[in-house]
């Protein structure tokens, strides 16, 4: 905020639906970079794409010429089982 840098973070809005997907698209196409944070968790899966919200902002961001920073987990394999991935379908996806 310092640096005059407002953060919209996903995990304010809900994945559930078309209609909230366009909207998180819209919120992507408002800022300069999208940045993601990849754990130990796929994420909510949508409906009509078989694939996370995050992975669909991800490629959105893609498509669309953002700027991507990621933040990857050093070691996935050491996530405490109960912060981790649970399906072996999501893990793979992952």
């Keep these: 905020m310092e640096l005059d840098c407002m953060p919209a ?3 304010l809005f809900l994945a559930a639906n078309e209609q909230q997907w366009n909207w998180i ?7 300069d970079y999208y940045i993601v944070n990849v754990g ?6 949508s409906e009509v794409t078989g694939m996370s919200y995050t992975e669909m902002e991800y490629r959105y ?8 920073i990621a933040f990857l987990h050093e070691y996935p394999s050491k996530i405490e089982t109960g912060k981790s991935e649970g399906s072996p ?5 992952l």
């Design 61 to 68: 961001a893609l498509e669309t010429g953002k700027p991507v």
């Design 25 to 31: 698209k819209k919120v992507i196409d408002e800022f």
């Design 40 to 45: 130990g968790r796929y994420g909510t899966l």
């Design 89 to 93: 379908q999501s893990r793979k996806k």
């Design 9 to 11: 973070g996903m995990e």
